[in-house]
């Protein structure tokens, strides 16, 4: 099989000659990124990797359903944000983001470590009150390091209202993070 096939030419000739080997390759080349997205919004391995499997079954028993219109990379990632938040929504639970205590801090004194460990712990509890849509918002800026479009493209928003998205996300979680210290 030639790896320098473009996503939708790949898409072509499974569908065309119903060769498995595209979709192998496919999800080679987007199962880490799937999983990095699930589990930014889950916050748990173990469920990430359940939804990963479940995001890519679907997307291959749908593949004659994609269109073009976007790139496959930004369909499959669009599908991949919406059946995880769907997903959380019928479990009736939030993302939940756990300290690591395997994580050592570097602090010069005893009190600024329980400084960190306590601002760390107002930020995981503020991150729970907020919705999934923020949360999702937040990580995908400041914990994937993505751009402003990107982020546009996986939510499928324009940059203008992931912006804004930001804002108030930002806005509520110091409102939040004020009260809870205040």
Request: charged share 25%; net charge positive.
């Amino acid at each position: 099989m030639n790896l320098t096939l473009s996503d939708e030419e790949m898409i072509r000739q499974h569908l065309n000659a119903n060769f498995t080997g595209c979709l192998e390759n496919l999800y080679n080349r987007y199962v880490a990124k799937v999983y990095n997205q699930c589990f930014s919004i889950t916050r748990d391995a173990v469920q990430a990797q359940d939804f990963t499997h479940d995001i890519f079954l679907r997307v291959f028993a749908r593949l004659d359903q994609f269109q073009g219109r976007s790139s496959f990379s930004t369909w499959l990632y669009s599908l991949a944000y919406n059946y995880c938040i769907d997903q959380i929504k019928r479990s009736k639970r939030l993302a939940t983001t756990y300290l690591n205590d395997d994580v050592e801090y570097y602090c010069t004194s005893t009190e600024e470590a329980e400084k960190v460990d306590y601002t760390l712990h107002q930020l995981a509890q503020v991150m729970n009150r907020i919705s999934p849509q923020e949360a999702t918002v937040l990580r995908l800026k400041y914990q994937d390091g993505l751009p402003l479009s990107q982020i546009g493209l996986q939510l499928n928003l324009k940059e203008s209202a992931v912006k804004m998205r930001l804002k108030r996300s930002r806005t509520k979680v110091k409102q939040l993070c004020q009260t809870a210290m205040g």
